[in-house]
């Protein structure tokens, strides 16, 4: 039987940030896993850094002269990441997306986000903000994914099984590790009509825990200091306004394994 046609899109998540240098990106990560596990007769990544959901629409059109069979999907977290967040441009920019690759037999899978560790390691009130970004995602996501045929895929709940070691070194992108966890979901939810053909190889090694701090202080730090201008007064208005309203129900975030 010939393999499936697969066409990865979407954010740098899919580029395969995470898994592998740079200049292999696109053809590593766990969009490139699944094809691979599923012994793909063709594979493409469209996917590229900074991708909003936004941009999906340019995406869209090059994924139709393709005819895919499946389409793979992150989108979302460079949303959260801007000062100008919109959940309901999110899920409408999203939702056209979905509605035009379904017009289409192709099956699509989608993965939600998980929580952005980096900001984990700002004051509470700051990462407590990025978690109902990242919910508010999800969510505009889920509500995007409801009216199509779409697989949609729990991000956080994946890399809470995983633990810590499911996160590159950045706590924003999936690791090695954390790559093979999302194509391992990824292959199950395809079985039923592409059933995998091989296996999905073994991460390379974890970086120690003094080079995880060291890109952490040379690269992780910096980036969240540039990145908190864009985000810094539409975070501090979250803050504010929870301050405000103590009683305002946290967002459920799975903690399993958090770095």
Do not use: C, Y
């Not at 998540?13 to 490139?32: C, M, N, R």
């Not at 099956?107 to 986000?113: H, L």
């Not at 994914?145 to 995983?162: H, R, Y």
């Not at 992108?173 to 053909?197: E, I, K």
């Amino acid at each position: 039987m010939t393999g499936p046609r697969v066409v990865a899109m979407g954010d740098s998540i899919t580029l395969g940030v995470g898994d592998g240098i740079e200049s292999q990106w696109g053809s590593v990560g766990w969009a490139a896993l699944v094809a691979t596990a599923l012994g793909a007769s063709a594979f493409t990544n469209l996917a590229a850094n900074g991708v909003r959901a936004r941009d999906l629409a340019a995406q869209v059109s090059r994924v139709e002269r393709l005819r895919p069979d499946i389409v793979l999907l992150t989108v979302g977290g460079n949303d959260a990441l801007r000062g100008d967040f919109d959940a309901d441009e999110v899920e409408t920019a999203t939702r056209d997306a979905l509605t035009a690759l379904t017009s289409s037999p192709a099956r699509v899978v989608v993965v939600t986000i998980d929580r952005i560790g980096l900001f984990d390691l700002l004051p509470r009130g700051i990462a407590r903000a990025m978690a109902r970004r990242a919910q508010a995602v999800n969510t505009a996501l889920r509500r995007a994914a409801a009216t199509t045929d779409v697989t949609v895929l729990d991000g956080s709940v994946i890399f809470a099984i995983e633990g810590a070691a499911a996160w590159h070194i950045d706590r924003i992108h999936p690791s090695p590790r954390g790559h093979r966890a999302l194509a391992s979901a990824a292959v199950a939810s395809l079985a039923a009509r592409w059933p995998r053909t091989a296996a999905i190889p073994a991460p390379a090694r974890t970086p120690s825990r003094v080079a995880r701090v060291w890109w952490l202080a040379r690269h992780g730090a910096p980036w969240a200091a540039k990145r908190s201008r864009d985000l810094l007064p539409q975070v501090v208005r979250s803050v504010i306004s929870e301050v405000r309203s103590p009683t305002a129900s946290a967002p459920h975030t799975p903690t399993a394994g958090r770095p």
